[in-house]
């Protein structure tokens, strides 16, 4: 059984690559953002939570993000093991994960703090299906339509720029301390995020000692 930790600023690609080391290896994708895309779309109390939370352009709390992961982790569906991305995020939610859960393997995907903006001010979001979209490498045909279902493209809520400001402030006083605690394990790959996302994803397997992707 295999189980990992993807981490990564946001508009690295964690959701991306997660998707793309699951695909052919049987392992399951655990996004903390996935799970509360789906509250809000439910308009679950958690939903109305984290709504409120992203619109101030703020983190949703420790609490609330430690019991859905673990309730997620309970139902013991990663008969193969799993990729997680979104957690941990600070340092306590890291000694909590190491506690519970052998890590096999913590890939660290690094993006310089420009290219980070440029790629989260340039992302949108379908307002009936949900499909992301990036205007620098993924542009709809008709601009601000959505090529699924013809929805119209919105950038979210927390993509602004002083959101975005916010979060990054947040990624580096909190969140890079959690490879700290990772490297005394050893279990660190730092990947340079820069390149395309097959690129990366071959850059991942190596250092994993896992096969190539298949084609």
Known sequence: MRKFV???????????????????L???HISVGDIFRWHVQQHTKVGAQVRRTVAAGELIGDDVVEAIVR??????????????DGFPRNG????????????DGVIHLDLPDDEVRRRVLNRRLCTDCGM????????????????????????????????????????????????????RKEVV??????????????????ALGLPAAKP
């Not at 309730?71 to 569906?77: F, I, T, V």
């Not at 306590?92 to 890590?103: G, H, K, M, P, T």
């Not at 950038?155 to 909190?174: F, G, I, N, S, V």
Request: glycine share 6%.
């Open 6 to 24: 993807m981490m990564g600023v946001q508009g690295s690609g964690k959701g991306t690559q997660s998707t793309m080391l699951c695909t052919d």
């Open 26 to 28: 049987d392992l399951t």
């Open 71 to 84: 309730e997620r982790l309970d139902q013991h569906d990663w008969n193969f093991g799993f990729v997680i």
């Open 92 to 103: 306590r939610q890291a000694e909590f994960f190491l506690e519970s859960y052998d890590i």
């Open 132 to 183: 992301d979209y990036n205007l620098i490498a993924d542009r709809p045909e008709i601009e601000g339509r959505c090529d699924i279902c013809g929805g119209d493209l919105v950038t979210r809520a927390d993509d602004t720029p002083e959101a975005l400001a916010a979060r990054l402030r947040d990624y580096h006083q909190k969140t890079r301390p959690v490879l700290d605690i990772f490297r």
């Open 189 to 206: 790959h730092d990947i340079d995020a820069r390149p395309s996302p097959d690129e990366v994803q071959a850059a991942i397997r190596e």
